[in-house]
């Protein structure tokens, strides 16, 4: 599941008809046993239902997200140990999951972000704390103009947020979400050299 799945769960038109339905079930069954055919009594015990099922609606999500991320982050520490690459490039779901790892410190060397969806994803979570970039790291972040699942500006304040120690690149391209477009191989590579130079850069510091 990505972060495009994550989204559909909250905003899929099912979902806002089952909790529509629900609404009006739950209205109806504590109107019943009550013995009250109070419309304004029907209306308010309904939203009353609908507080509740949204509230359980975001626990669920918020679950699901938490376990998925506790997947991917066992399984790129395997991944990490078994393969022990020169470069790390995370996009989307991934881009986030390589920011969780450059925070706990399982990762430390050239790194290329392609449109990280880490705010989604904490805002998904139910968390507040958002995520920065720290250390002595060399950090290529890389989105499309045209981006509509994840907002440009979260790079830019990604970038932003930077401690003095971690040298950044930030690339703005003609693209959408995945930058099946200007993703050209030359294109990847001159990433990876940038994110590679970036962290020489900041190790020498």
Do not use: C
């Amino acid at each position: 599941m990505n972060i495009k799945a994550i989204r559909r769960i909250q905003t899929s038109k099912p979902m806002q008809l089952l909790l529509l339905a629900a609404t009006i079930a739950v209205g109806g069954v504590v109107g019943t046993y009550l013995k009250t055919e109070s419309p304004l009594f029907t209306a308010i015990a309904g939203l009353v239902g609908l507080f509740g099922l949204r509230t359980l609606h975001k626990r669920v999500t918020s679950t699901i997200v938490k376990t998925m991320l506790a997947n991917s982050l066992k399984a790129q520490k395997v991944a990490l140990t078994t393969f022990k690459p020169d470069v790390v490039v995370g996009s989307s779901w991934g881009g986030g999951v390589v920011l969780h790892l450059l925070d706990q410190g399982l990762w430390n060397g050239p790194t290329v972000l392609v449109a990280p969806a880490h705010r989604l994803m904490a805002r998904r979570m139910g968390e507040q704390r958002q995520l920065r970039l720290i250390g002595r790291n060399g950090v290529v972040v890389v989105h499309g103009t045209h981006d509509a699942t994840v907002p440009i500006q979260h790079s830019k304040d990604l970038i932003s947020s930077a401690d003095g120690d971690v040298a950044t690149t930030f690339i703005e391209v003609d693209d959408q979400h995945p930058v099946n477009v200007s993703g050209t191989p030359q294109a990847w590579a001159d990433w990876i050299e940038t994110a590679v130079g970036n962290h020489e850069e900041a190790t020498a510091k």
